[in-house]
């Protein structure tokens, strides 16, 4: 019988495509966060927003524009948003 360690990273990031649902996307990082993910970037090119997760808040943080910064488990790093938005246009 094989054994398998319980663990989630601390940290995810979703990237949505053209043939995921946000709404299913969205379910996904509340699954992550409820298992352990102390963070949770859902990034939607197409609105050019990152809906920002974390444990014990209801509703995520949505952030538009051209960066994204970390907190908690990826404190100071900061995401250039401006290459995928160009990828997407």
Known sequence: M???L????AFVVELLSISDSLRQTAKKMDL?????VELG?????????VHIYHPGVVTPRIE???QVA????????????????????
């Not at 992550?32 to 352990?36: F, K, L, R, T, V």
């Not at 970037?41 to 927003?49: A, E």
């Not at 404190?75 to 160009?86: A, G």
């Open 2 to 4: 094989a054994h398998f």
């Open 32 to 36: 992550w966060i409820a298992n352990g």
């Open 70 to 89: 970390g907190t908690g488990p990826v404190d100071s790093f900061v995401l250039d948003l401006e290459e995928i938005w160009r990828c997407y246009e």
């Open 41 to 49: 970037w859902l990034i939607d090119p197409y609105t050019r927003q």
């Open 64 to 66: 538009s524009g051209s």
């Open 6 to 9: 319980r663990l989630a990273p």
